[in-house]
């Protein structure tokens, strides 16, 4: 043990013989680290911060719908209330759960009309389930709380048919005989999401003010979306349902949203590899530095040979020294990152500037809040203990190469 820690004090010694390049390669194992850490937690806020605003807004956790209308939309493909309701309030681990009708229609005002996917909900059902009433501005009214027939728009359909706050519009839906029902709404409310897909047509009325236009029972429901209290609980809570109800079409939000699900399966492996291609080039630069290190130091190295250091202990010391190097680095690279993304997961990035809103197309929200889970942390610390060892293999091998007789002479 004594001689371990001799190795281990001598070791940091000779780092610092040459100062300048010492600090070069901390340095250059610093920025890479934090480099490396930063892109992770950035990779990740990205993709978590899409993943949990698609289910917060939209999909929830879990969806249940008849299989019909899975596959065709139809209005006749509904199912009744009372027939689903024991059985979900029956399973464990969910928050909330909302009843919605789902109608194809069209939106026209004095100035235009266009396409209109219908969501007749419960207001305080959906509140409780989404957070789609948090992107409606003060300025621009409430989620379907006040006034006479009011429906929820997007800007961008408000942009459309050149609509405003109180505007009135008309929506146009075939009932269950396929008669052309006519309703004339005021607008009551405006939103914007991260996703323009789902801004593009999507609108929202209180269930009570179109069903009577439809020919639907009262209880009638084409959708269920399920809230749980996590990503993880939901996957428990669609599997239940979907033993519970086997004759319904249960979907998790990873099969709704494929795209997502596979972002969300992936994240993990992705950070290793990005991890793995900045240590990577990192171990180059650190065997070159701890090689030249060592050829420079062949007569001092043979000496300690003569003197009666053991090859055990020359390796043993070359190896500390490489991993002082990485791992005084690597701290102050991850300390360095830790603050960073602990300020930027707070304030945010705005990247709206350089994606021109094109991203949220596809639902990517272009303000990222950069995170680390703790397990992409410990994946961190334990492949830069990895790339130390392994980067000082090879120097340690050189110096045992060393003919001490050759190396001290004159």
Known sequence: MKITLMLVRLSWKNIWRNKFRSILILSAIAIGLFAGTFTIAFVTGWGRATIETEICNQLSHTQIHTPEFSYNYDINSYF???????????????????YRLKLYGVLASASNTV???????????????????QYI??????????????????QRVA???????????????????????????????????NNSMFDESTIFVRKSDILPYTGLPEDAAHEVAILAASVDEGKKVTEAVTAALPDMDVQGWNKLQPALGLMYAWTDLINVIILSIFLIALSFGIVNTMLMAVLERTKELGVLACIGMNKRNIFKMVMFETLCLTVVGSAAGILLALWVIGYT??????????????????????????FLFPKAFME????????GIVSAIYPARKALKINSWEATKS
């Open 380 to 387: 961190i610390v334990i492949l830069v203990v990895i790339t």
């Open 80 to 98: 009744t209330r009372d027939r689903v309701k024991p059985i979900i309030d029956s399973v464990t681990g969910l928050e909330s759960v909302t």
């Open 137 to 154: 501005p003060d300025s621009l009214g409430t989620f379907l709380e006040s006034g006479k027939l009011p429906v929820v728009i997007s």
């Open 345 to 370: 997961g707070q304030h945010g990035i705005d990247l709206g500037f350089m994606l021109n809103a094109n991203y949220e197309r596809f639902g990517f929200s272009s303000v990222v809040y950069p």
């Open 115 to 133: 396409g209109a996917f219908v969501h007749a909900i419960d207001p305080a059902e959906e509140k409780a389930t989404t957070t789609l009433h």
């Open 159 to 193: 942009k459309k048919l050149k609509a405003r706050l109180r505007s009135k519009v008309v929506l146009s839906i075939q009932d269950v005989n396929g008669d052309m029902q006519s309703m004339a709404f005021r607008v009551g409310g405006i939103f914007k999401t």
